[in-house]
């Protein structure tokens, strides 16, 4: 893809190796803004190391990382945090013990740490603010629930509207569906749709059926290289990924 005034994120040749082991091979990855991105490959392909790399939890071993038209892979992981990029991750973060609100509300304020939030916790409430982000991720009936009595699925969408609340110009997920029941993943599908083009989305996924219900283009990565990328139905006719991922019944048996 050429480059233009909408790349958001570039990846220029990124590698990575682990002791001598190439995880992530000369990638070249273009997101532009407000695009919704998966990312899909089967195990050890090299996606979450992507990630990775891309909100600097690994550094890369040669190549570029551009994020609007700056060069961010040396920057400390805090700072690329700082110019926009948000990563959701597996592990709850989430304060058990609060309700939903309280979460959100400490979420919800703009000033960077937890401990200044805290600090004005109960004083300076924006409800509506609070209820527009409830509600973006199906939690506007929850919002009195401690969070510890929520279920797994309306767990992940309370990290996700934290993560919203922080307003990331790139948002970064890892398998955001993992343990979710099918019509929670369905849900998650309908969140996703939400919330394209207001934000920029990478998602790293296994499970098909969502992919298809959300991607706008797929980048198949396989050995830490990038092997296709498209839409769905050319992914899907792709020999190269039918031979290492999807298998020859095509991408709803993946
Ligand atoms: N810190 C590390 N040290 C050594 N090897 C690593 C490290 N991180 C990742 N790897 C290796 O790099 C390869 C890519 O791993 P990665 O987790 O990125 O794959 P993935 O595509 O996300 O796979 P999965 O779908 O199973 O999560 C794997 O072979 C993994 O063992």
């Not at 994020?67 to 990029?85: D, M, N, S, T, Y």
């Not at 969070?147 to 307003?167: M, R, V």
């Amino acid at each position: 893809m050429s480059a233009g005034q909408e790349d958001l994120l570039v990846m220029d040749k990124a590698s990575v190796s682990f002791s001598g082991f190439r995880a992530v091979s000369e990638l070249d990855l273009t997101v532009r803004k407000g695009e919704l991105r998966c990312l899909i490959g089967p195990n050890g392909a090299g996606k979450t190391t992507t990630l990775d790399l891309i909100c600097g939890k690994t550094r890369l071993t040669s190549g570029e990382i551009r994020f609007e038209g700056r060069a961010i892979q040396k920057l400390p992981e805090h700072q690329i945090a700082r110019v926009g990029i948000g990563r959701k991750f597996q592990v709850p973060s989430v304060f058990r013990e609060l309700t939903v609100r309280d979460n959100l509300h400490i979420g919800h304020s703009r000033r960077p740490g937890v401990f200044r939030n805290l600090l004005t916790f109960g004083r300076s409430a924006d409800a509506s603010g609070i209820d527009r982000l409830a509600e973006m991720v199906g939690l506007e009936n929850e919002l009195e629930i401690e969070a510890a009595h929520l279920s797994h699925g309306q767990t992940q969408w309370l990290e996700i509207a934290l993560l919203l609340a922080q307003d990331p110009t790139l948002i970064l997920m890892d398998e955001p569906t993992a343990g979710m029941t099918a019509q929670e993943t369905m849900k998650t599908a309908q969140l996703f749709n939400r919330l394209r083009g207001r934000h920029t989305l990478v998602v790293v996924e296994h499970d098909m059926g969502f992919v298809r219900d959300i991607a706008e283009t797929i980048s198949v990565m396989h050995q830490g290289r990038l092997l296709a990328e498209g839409p769905i139905s050319d992914v899907e006719r792709n020999k190269e990924v039918r031979d290492a991922y999807l298998g020859s019944g095509g991408i709803g048996h993946a």
